[in-house]
Structures are given as C-alpha cells and as structure tokens.
C-alpha cells in the first residue's frame, strides 16, 4: 500500500490506516476475538497505522493494540494514541504531571518504552494558545516518553492554531464528503507547514456507505443511539454532525455517484487519500471484512473530476447549511 511520510514524525504510514475506536466501546459489543481479528486483517492488507486512544474503553483499545503487536512480532505498526479525556475537560488538568502519568498509563497500555506518537484529544480550546502545555509536550519528548507529538480537533480554527506551534506532528480531523471545510485552508497551511494531517470520521459514522435505513436500530451502547445531539461528546462525532433523516437523504444520492468497482465507502475513503494535504484516512472496522475492504480502497484509481464536482454540489445542496459554520 502507498506510504506516506506522516507530517513532522518523519514515518511513513500507509495512506489508509486503522481507527480503532470501535475496538475499545462506544459503538455496541466487540468482542476481544474479533478485535484482534480486525487488527491482523489490516496488517495483513498492508495498513501500517493504528489511531488509538486511552479513553477508548478506558484502555481496551489500547490494551488489546499492544497484545496484538506482542503476540505478532515485528508488524512494523505506527501507533498514534491520544490523551486527555479521561479527566474533566478544563485547562487547567492540562499539566506536566498529568501528562507523564497519562503516557505511563499509555505505554504500559501499549507495551512499549517510547510512544510513536501521542495526541491531545480535542482539549479545551484554550488549551491551543498554552506555551505551558507545548513546553510540556517538549519535555515528553525530551524524556523519551514519546517520540512526536500531535493534536486532534474539532474545528478548523483549532487546527490553524495548532498547525503555527513548532512542534506539532500531526492535525488529526474530520474529513469526509460530509464534511468539506478543512480543503479551504487547514490542508493548505498544513502541506506548507509540513503537517501530516489524519483523516478521521472519514464515513460519517457509517452514514456514507448508503447500508442504514430509517428502520437501523443502533444499540443503546452505540454512539449513533445516544450522542445524536451531542449529549455525551461533541455533536459532531457523530454522523458528522449531520442530522440523520438528512445523512440518509444525502447517502442515497451519493451511492449514485460511486464509480464501477468500489463500493461507497471505498468511493468515500478513496475521496479523502486524493484530498492534497492528506497522509492518512484511518476509517473504523467492526470487523475483518470492513477493513479488508478499507485497506483495498488505497488500490481504487482516482475519482474522476466529474465525481468530485458531483460530491461538492451534494454537499452544498443538502449538507453546508448544518456543519459548516460550526465546525
Ligand atoms: N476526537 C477524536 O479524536 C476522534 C473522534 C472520532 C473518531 N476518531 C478516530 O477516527 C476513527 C474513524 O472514525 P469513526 O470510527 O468514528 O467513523 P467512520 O470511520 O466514519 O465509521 C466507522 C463505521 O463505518 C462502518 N464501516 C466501516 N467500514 C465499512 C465497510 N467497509 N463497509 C460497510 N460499513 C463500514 C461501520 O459501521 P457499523 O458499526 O454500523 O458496521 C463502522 O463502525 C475512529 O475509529 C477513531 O480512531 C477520533
């Protein structure tokens, strides 16, 4: 699979990656087997990146990250984790302290002396304009507690400050045909800065492989169940923030646009790795078939200039006036 180097860490990672946020909770029952079972599909389909975080089943995720990468050996895996949401969401926990202990807990999570990379997870967005917090971060790479460091954002804005700090690997975003606001200006500034940029939510929750109905039921224990309207995290992590009566109307009409020989989530992830500025799309599996299927949509041709026009103006006719004032 094509590699590419991941902003300022200097790696490489392959173009489509791995998140794992289903294998940690959140998104109904995975059960340990078919966990490990997702990661070694995507090993095994040439996927040389994992997203993480410590919050993802208070460590599952992470736990069962590093039991893989034991059990397996050598898998050449780069492993983006993500701190901060385990404690209130207020400045002022965003410490030297807390932040050792939080990569203690990280690594011995993930089994490993020194992180690859480990990310602030959506803080509070005072928290990007602290030479404090940043002095911190250098100091975790100072002592070996990790190798680079990175954010993950909600809005554009939070990116654009992120992206001016020195030593800022990474932005992690939301990026999807849903979701259009970072190609104005957040992947510009971060090719010209030599950003990576991380593509997540890249199938607004499931909404863009056109399989969910009126009738879907998600479980009680599923995000797409009880944070529709931002009761439990930020509202746009969640079908990309787009309502779900108007994400189906709008899936619909982008199953229309998938090209022969790609299914539409493969037409979605294909869409974002030609997004210039992109490193990597890191699309959620529940199972080994789905990432199967993801990894192969880093081998799809480019989408034609027609698709891509036709993707703008479904987004502009039924999607703009939701999110892209808010994030
Ligand atoms: N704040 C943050 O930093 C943050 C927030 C959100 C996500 N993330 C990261 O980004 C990753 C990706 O985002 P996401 O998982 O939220 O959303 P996503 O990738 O847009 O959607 C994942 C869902 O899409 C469906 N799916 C995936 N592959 C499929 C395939 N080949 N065919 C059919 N359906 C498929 C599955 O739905 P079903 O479950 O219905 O099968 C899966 O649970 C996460 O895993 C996590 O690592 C980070």
Redesign the pocket.
């Known amino acids: 699979m094509e590699q590419r180097v991941l902003g300022r860490t200097g790696r490489e990672v392959s173009v489509v990656g791995l998140?794992?946020?289903?294998l940690g909770a959140d998104?109904g029952q995975v059960r340990e087997e078919d966990a490990l079972a997702v990661l070694d599909a995507a090993v095994e389909s040439g996927v040389t990146f994992f997203?993480?975080?410590d919050v993802y089943g208070d460590g599952r995720s992470e736990r069962l990250i590093g039991r893989f990468l034991r059990e397996r050996g050598d898998a050449g895996v780069f492993v983006a984790t993500?701190m901060g949401r385990r404690v209130d969401q207020v400045p002022e926990n965003y410490t030297l302290d807390n932040f050792r202990a939080w990569t203690d807990r990280s690594r011995a999570n993930l089994g490993v002396d020194t992180l690859d990379l480990v990310q602030l997870?959506?803080p509070p967005t005072p928290v990007y304009s602290s030479d404090e917090v940043f002095d911190a971060l250098d100091t975790l790479v100072a002592e070996e507690r990790i190798a680079a460091y990175a954010v993950?954002v909600e809005t554009c804005a939070e990116a654009l400050t992120a992206i001016a700090r020195p030593g800022v690997a990474s932005v992690?975003i939301i990026l999807?045909p849903f979701r259009l606001k970072p190609l104005q200006e957040v992947l510009p500034a971060a090719a010209e800065a030599g950003v990576g940029i991380i593509a997540?939510?890249?199938?607004?929750?499931?909404l863009l492989?056109g399989?969910y109905t009126r009738e879907t039921v998600f479980s009680p224990d599923d995000h797409r169940s009880f944070n529709r309207h931002g009761e439990a995290f930020d509202q746009g992590?969640t079908f990309s923030g787009v309502d779900y009566e108007t994400g189906l109307q709008a899936a619909a009409e982008f199953v229309e646009l998938v090209p022969e020989g790609a299914?539409p989530?493969q037409t979605a992830l294909r869409w974002v790795v030609q997004q210039p500025g992109v490193t990597s799309v890191?699309?959620?599996?529940?199972n080994p078939e789905?990432a199967r299927?993801?990894a192969a949509a880093a081998a799809l041709p480019p989408l034609s200039k027609e698709t891509l026009a036709a993707i703008e103006d479904l987004y502009d006719r039924r999607i703009r006036a939701q999110v892209h004032h808010r994030w």
């Not at 998140?19 to 289903?22: A, L």
């Not at 997540?200 to 499931?206: D, E």
């Not at 890191?282 to 529940?286: E, F, L, M």
Request: hydrophobic share 30%; glycine share 8%.
């Open positions: 998140g794992t946020w289903q998104w997203d993480t975080a993500k997870h959506c993950s992690q999807n997540r939510v890249p199938l607004a929750s499931g492989t399989r992590e299914t989530a890191i699309p959620g599996a529940r789905q299927a993801n």
